[in-house]
């Protein structure tokens, strides 16, 4: 266990999340503090990590502060390491989910205002094409939610290259933005509610677990949590003199 570390600015939690989306399920906590300090090591560049926004983002702090920083994120429930083979990956926990996919449409929704500045006419959409249905349905949704008929052909030239599914909530999106239809408050409130939740994160507590064995109830420690995780365990389901009994010849079942 490290030092406990002071809740994570806003800022903070989100760069440590959009550089994670560069590598999930592709790499573990050390790439991921390489990218956050802006390593130049040559497979780093080689898959274009240092193209990621949040590239070098904590330049300034020991790979050892950074690290320090990600196992807090994994801690406060925002990130969760899944084991491909023997290899510990980063992958996002459900809350980390909700605000990566809402920066990331925000980042989609960013990226079309700079082509728009810039005069790009009819740009190559193919970029969108495979990517995570529930942020690229939330991209679409707040596209509408502009109410500026200036995307309108950006999402025409999109449609053109997406599946059925995509088009419809595109041409859906398209007919939001022609009839100036009524924008839905509720539910961008409620989607704000839900993004400022998953931002506080979770803070680790004990567990009361009930075991399957005798029913009584038992304490998995924070400090048990976590060499649990670090060794690979699922959490337990018997209580421990349930457990040890079974080292006398109990059969699990
Ligand atoms: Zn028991």
């Known amino acids: 266990m490290g030092k406990e570390l002071e809740h994570l600015p806003e800022e903070e939690i989100r760069a440590i999340l959009r550089a994670a989306d560069e590598i999930i399920m592709r790499g573990g906590r050390a790439l991921l503090s390489k990218i956050l300090k802006g390593s130049k090591e040559k ?132 007919k939001v933005l022609q009839e100036n239809d009524f924008i839905n408050e509720d539910v961008i409130k409620q989607r704000n509610n839900e993004l400022s939740e998953a931002l506080e994160g979770e803070e680790p507590h004990d567990l009361s677990i009930k075991c399957i064995y005798c029913g009584n109830r038992f304490t998995f420690t924070i400090g048990e949590q976590q060499f649990y995780k670090k060794k690979r365990f699922v959490l337990p389901r018997r209580c421990k003199k349930c457990r040890d009994e079974e080292r006398y010849g109990y059969i699990d079942m």
């Open 43 to 174: 497979k780093l560049l080689e898959l274009g990590l240092d193209d990621c926004p949040t590239y070098g983002f904590f330049h300034k702090h020991t790979i050892k502060e950074i690290t320090e920083k990600i196992d807090w994120m994994i801690d406060y429930n925002f990130l969760e390491i899944e084991y491909s083979g023997k290899l510990p990956m980063i992958v996002f926990s459900e809350r980390g989910w909700t605000i990566e996919a809402d920066q990331m449409a925000d980042e989609l929704l960013q990226d079309w205002n700079e082509k728009l500045t810039s005069g790009e006419l009819t740009p190559d959409m193919t970029y969108l094409k495979d990517r995570n249905r529930e942020m690229i349905f939330l991209f679409i949704d707040k596209i509408g939610e502009t109410q500026d008929k200036q995307y309108i052909p950006y999402l025409e030239a999109w449609a053109e290259i997406e599946y059925k599914k995509v088009i419809a909530k595109i041409q859906q999106a398209i």
